[in-house]
């Protein structure tokens, strides 16, 4: 497997591109688990189950335990019927969950098995782009709880992950762009060499997915080995997060098709390079260049003034504001990003505005 492929995180080893199938027989074989389980969606389940039976032989005789997809899947409820099935299912602490999915399921299945019985191993198998470059990484597992997205969860290590970026194949185009959203934040924050990659190779990469996973889960695994529990570092990855929530929570509460987390990002990281550019000196030509191409890969909407309001308070509440200013990531440059800046409510109202008149480009200036 080409080395840089292959991350050894805190402490588990994350495999990328087809060999990793062979590392995924070759695991099995050399791990004695009691029981294997393998926890899908059901899209995932229709769309991804077989290709990892036909890959991984052994998976065909395995207990599935199956959800319905969605963020609305990812509660305490459907974890009690989880705990439920190990528990009848015969599962004991030299079990596996294998979790098959995007971020839902190595979310939910992540925390399920952390705390069965103390937290029995399990691996991921990521089949978004979100997940393969984000949710599968970094040991954050959870689920949403009183409406409110990974309120009751944990850091725990899954014992690897296998990302196949032939599972992508079958993802509709819109949650492909979402994860693409992630990818580009990565590159954004942490290294300028990728984000010129993606910028020249744009969303249909010529040589697929693989080098561009490669690279985006990279930074990720840099950052989260430097500051697993998000003590400080950590938060450079919440660049686009901060007015992202709330665009994203406002959208939950008033659109019939809610944007995605990533077309949430796409505007949150619009109006925070925006502030970038007011408060720490990210050059203008930066901004533009990203406005520009996140306006041209996504089919994003206007908000209006009064949502801009709405969608400011969703952000002080979140956020605890203090002395009506927030702290968030922001860029000196791309490729760089550093965390707590103060901002005002005035700023970010004006970020809003900046990012509705982003859609007419000719003459915006920061
Ligand atoms: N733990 C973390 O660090 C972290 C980071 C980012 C996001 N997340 C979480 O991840 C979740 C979002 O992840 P997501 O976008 O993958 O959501 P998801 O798991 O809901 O997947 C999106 C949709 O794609 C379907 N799907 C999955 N794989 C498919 C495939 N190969 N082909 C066709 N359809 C497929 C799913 O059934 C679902 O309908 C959120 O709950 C978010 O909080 C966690
Ligand atoms: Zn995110």
């Known amino acids: 497997m080409n080395p840089s492929h292959q991350f050894e995180s805190r402490n588990y080893p994350v495999y990328i591109g087809p060999e990793a199938w062979?590392?995924?027989?070759?695991?099995?074989?050399?791990?004695?688990?009691?029981?294997?389980?393998?926890?899908?969606?059901?899209?995932?389940?229709k769309l991804c189950l077989s290709l990892a039976v036909r890959k991984?032989?052994?998976?065909?005789?395995?207990?599935?335990?199956?959800?319905?997809?969605?963020?609305?899947?990812?509660?305490v409820e459907n974890c009690n019927k989880l705990w439920r099935m190990l528990m009848q299912g015969g599962a004991d602490t030299r079990s596996v969950l294998i979790n098959l999915g995007g971020g839902v399921i190595?979310?939910?299945?992540?925390?399920?098995?952390a705390t069965f019985k103390r937290g029995i191993a399990f691996v991921n198998i990521p089949t978004t782009l979100l997940a393969q470059v984000d949710a599968s990484v970094g040991s954050k597992v959870g689920v949403d709880f009183d409406g409110i997205k990974n309120q009751i969860g944990l850091f725990a290590d899954p014992q690897a992950v296998f990302i196949l970026p032939e599972f992508l194949s079958t993802l509709p185009q819109r949650h492909l762009l979402?994860?693409?959203?992630e990818m580009m934040k990565h590159a954004i924050i942490g290294d300028s060499d990728f984000w010129s990659v993606i910028l020249s190779q744009g969303f249909?990469?010529?040589?697929?997915?693989?080098?561009l996973i490669g690279q985006s889960v990279g930074i990720k695994q840099k950052v989260v080995k430097f500051d697993p529990f998000e003590q400080g570092l950590r938060k450079v990855l919440n660049f686009g997060h901060t007015i992202g929530h709330g665009v994203e929570s406002y959208s939950l509460l008033h659109d019939i098709n809610p944007m995605l987390h990533g077309e949430a990002v796409a505007i949150g990281m619009i109006c925070e390079a925006f502030i970038s550019c007011k408060l720490c000196g990210l050059p203008e030509e930066e901004l533009i260049q990203i406005v520009e191409f996140i306006n041209?890969?996504?089919?994003?909407?206007?908000?209006?003034?009064?949502?801009?309001?709405?969608v400011l308070e969703i952000i002080k509440h979140d956020k605890k504001s203090e002395n009506g200013k927030c702290r968030m990531t922001?860029?000196?440059?791309?490729?760089?990003?550093?965390?707590?800046?103060?901002?005002?409510?005035?700023?970010?109202?004006?970020?809003?505005?900046?990012?509705?008149n982003s859609f007419d480009l000719v003459g915006l200036t920061c």
């Not at 062979?22 to 995932?44: A, I, P, Q, R």
């Not at 890969?297 to 009064?306: I, R, T, V």
Request: aromatic share 10%; hydrophobic share 40%.
């Open 178 to 181: 979402s994860g693409y959203a």
């Open 56 to 75: 991984v032989p052994l998976l065909a005789n395995v207990k599935v335990l199956s959800i319905k997809s969605g963020e609305q899947a990812k509660t």
């Open 22 to 45: 062979d590392t995924l027989n070759s695991y099995f074989g050399s791990f004695n688990y009691s029981k294997v389980f393998v926890l899908v969606d059901e899209n995932t389940r």
């Open 296 to 310: 041209m890969h996504f089919a994003l909407q206007p908000l209006s003034s009064e949502a801009a309001i709405e």
């Open 204 to 211: 249909e990469p010529k040589d697929g997915w693989e080098d």
């Open 106 to 113: 190595s979310d939910m299945g992540g925390f399920v098995a």
């Open 330 to 356: 922001l860029l000196p440059h791309i490729g760089k990003a550093i965390i707590n800046q103060e901002c005002t409510q005035d700023l970010i109202i004006d970020s809003l505005h900046f990012y509705v």
